[in-house]
Nanobody, 117 residues
């Protein structure tokens, strides 16, 4: 069974940092793209960052220069380093994966990030 499991969320003060992890299992090396999305209450889901196998990366405009996505294919894990966090970064962060052997997207259960003093 294919699964994505996020960890690392929590409560942090403005200006602080958090590192999210998303561990993939059951994919047998089929993952191509891995991404982080977020959704805040009352807002649409937005792309935070995506990293394609081979290293090409794209960030959402609101996080450029503050967030860094990386992946370790040996560990089947994608990371999101979040620095200079702002209250508007508060959201549920969800991991996403695409594979070369399926047309569907795979999603994790999400991890809550709250930025507040």
């Amino acid at each position: 069974q294919r699964q994505l499991v996020e960890s690392g969320g929590g409560l942090v003060q403005p200006g602080g940092s958090l590192r999210l992890s998303c561990a993939a299992s059951g994919f047998s090396g089929s993952i191509t793209d891995m991404a982080w999305f977020r959704q805040a209450p009352g807002k649409e889901r937005e792309l935070v960052a995506v990293i394609i196998r081979g290293g090409r990366i794209r960030y959402g405009d609101s996080v450029k220069g503050r967030f860094t996505i990386s992946r370790d294919d040996a560990k089947n894990t994608v990371y999101l380093q979040m620095n200079s966090l702002k209250p508007e970064d508060t959201a549920v962060y969800v991991c996403n994966a695409k594979t070369f052997d399926s047309i569907r997207d795979y999603w994790g259960q999400g991890t809550q990030v709250t930025v507040s003093s």
